[in-house]
């Protein structure tokens, strides 16, 4: 019994499949799985003092940093932004998933803070540079560096973690430099 035309077609693309599927998979163990994600702002002269008072009180990160359908609430903390600061990250509709940031160092030069999105990921370290020029202008630039853990689709995952998270970074610099 020959088989009919359908059969040899479907053998045909399933075969076609496996191959894109094992070349994706073979891939995937020679890309890194780490990543890098850089955004910077410019603050103009004028605007110093008010970027000053929204990057050192921690209430005003509530206002300027943007989480793609969620919202950050103080949780722990006095007036001033240290070390030890803690948010909670509350997302819209989703009663059982929630978030945190804590702010880890709190300088003139830099605010280093870890975010983890939700219970089941690995927090994520995140540094907020700050440089005044001669100018006065204040220049911002939003670092995350990391590894993802998350089997042969880590390369994958880390490849589009740019366009992922560089979206949310520069919407929450622009919150702040507005």
Same mark, same amino acid.
């Given at each position: 019994m020959q088989p009919t035309q359908a059969l040899v077609s479907l053998r045909y693309v399933t075969r076609i499949a496996a191959v894109i599927i094992l070349v994706a998979v073979a891939v995937g163990f020679f890309l890194p799985s780490d990543y890098r994600i850089e955004r910077s702002a410019v603050a103009q002269s004028a605007q110093y003092d008010l970027v000053q008072e929204r990057l050192l009180n921690p209430e005003a990160w509530t206002d300027w940093m943007y989480i793609e359908s969620g919202k950050l609430v103080q949780q722990d903390g006095g007036d001033t932004l240290q070390e030890g600061n803690r948010y909670l990250i509350q997302?819209?509709?989703?009663?059982?998933?929630?978030? *945190?940031?804590?702010?880890? *160092?709190? *300088?003139?030069?830099?605010?280093?803070?870890?975010?983890? %999105?939700?219970?089941?990921?690995? %927090?994520? %370290?995140?540094?907020?540079?700050?440089?005044?020029?001669?100018?006065?202008?204040?220049?911002?630039?939003?670092?995350?560096?990391g590894e993802l853990d998350a089997g042969f689709l880590s390369p994958y995952l880390a490849f589009l973690a740019n366009r992922i998270a560089g979206a949310n970074i520069e919407k929450s610099l622009s919150n702040l430099t507005q």
């Open positions: 997302y819209e509709g989703e009663a059982t998933k929630q978030g *945190s940031m804590v702010i880890d *160092s709190v *300088s003139m030069e830099a605010i280093t803070f870890t975010v983890q %999105p939700n219970q089941k990921t690995q %927090p994520i %370290p995140n540094t907020l540079y700050i440089d005044v020029t001669e100018d006065g202008r204040t220049h911002l630039q939003w670092v995350i560096e």
